[in-house]
C-alpha cells in the first residue's frame, strides 16, 4: 500500500483503549497488537494500511488537529474543554461517563443551587465549567487542579468541584454528592480536516466501517 494512503490514529491510554481496540476488532480491524506491550506506543498493521498511536487522551485532539494523526478518538469532555478544530463524524457510545457539581455531603442539606451566585470551582475542566455557570448567570471563582479533585473540599480549597463520574463510588468515599449534572459524556471519532481532502477514501470507508457496527447497539438503546 502507498505510503500516503496509511491511515494513522490516534488512540487513547486508559479505560477507552481496551473498548476502543473491541470496537475496532468488531469492524474488522485488527489492532491486538498494541496491547502485547504497554511500552511500545505505535503499533503499525499494515495489511489493513493502519497506524495506531497510543497517546495521553488529553492529547488526542492535538494529534489529530495538527494532522500528526488522520483520526483519533476523544471524550467528549476533552473536546469541548479543549475546542479544537475537528471534524467529529461519529459518536461511538464508549467511555460513558457524566462531568458533575459535587460537593460534601454536609453541605448539601443546607444548600440550594438555586441561590447560587457566586462559588469556588476546583476542576480539571475550567473553560467547560466557566462556561457552564455563566450560561446560569452564577459568578464562579475556578481552581485549575490535575488530578484527585475529591481533595479540594476536604482541605478547604474549594467547597465544590467539577468532575467526571462513571458510577459515583469515588465522591461517595470522600463523603461528596452530586448536586448538578453538566453532562453525558461518550468517546467520539475525530478527524484531521485536511485528511478528509487528502485521504477522502481511506477516511471514508473507515468511518463506515465503524458505522456499520454501530448500529445495531444504537437500535437496541
Excluded at 51 to 67: A, C, K, L, N, W
Amino acid at each position: 500500500m502507498n505510503k500516503r494512503d496509511i491511515l494513522t490514529i490516534a488512540l487513547p491510554k486508559g479505560k477507552v483503549l481496551r473498548e476502543s481496540l473491541q470496537l475496532l476488532k468488531r469492524a474488522g480491524m485488527d489492532a491486538d497488537g498494541v496491547l502485547h506491550d504497554e511500552r511500545r506506543l505505535i503499533f503499525e498493521n499494515m495489511d489493513e494500511g493502519l497506524r495506531f498511536m497510543i497517546v495521553r487522551s488529553q492529547d488526542v485532539p492535538t494529534y489529530v488537529e495538527h494532522g500528526a494523526s488522520d483520526l483519533g478518538i476523544a471524550g467528549r469532555d476533552v473536546i469541548l474543554e479543549q475546542g479544537k478544530d475537528l471534524y467529529e463524524p461519529l459518536d461511538l457510545g464508549i467511555g460513558r461517563c457524566r462531568m458533575v457539581v459535587a460537593e460534601p455531603e454536609e453541605l448539601k442539606k443546607r444548600d440550594n443551587p438555586t441561590h447560587w451566585t457566586y462559588i469556588r470551582v476546583a476542576t480539571k475542566y475550567p473553560n467547560i465549567t466557566q462556561r457552564y455557570f455563566l450560561q446560569k448567570g452564577i459568578e464562579v471563582e475556578i481552581i485549575k487542579l490535575y488530578g484527585s479533585i475529591e481533595l479540594a473540599p476536604i482541605l478547604g480549597l474549594s467547597e465544590r468541584i467539577v468532575d467526571i463520574v462513571e458510577t459515583g463510588e469515588t465522591l461517595r468515599k470522600n463523603g461528596l454528592v452530586v448536586v448538578e449534572e453538566i453532562m453525558d459524556i461518550t468517546s467520539k471519532l475525530v478527524c484531521n480536516r485536511a485528511s478528509l481532502k487528502t485521504k477522502p477514501r481511506r477516511i471514508k470507508e473507515f468511518i463506515e466501517r465503524l458505522a456499520r457496527v454501530l448500529k445495531p447497539e444504537k437500535g437496541q438503546g
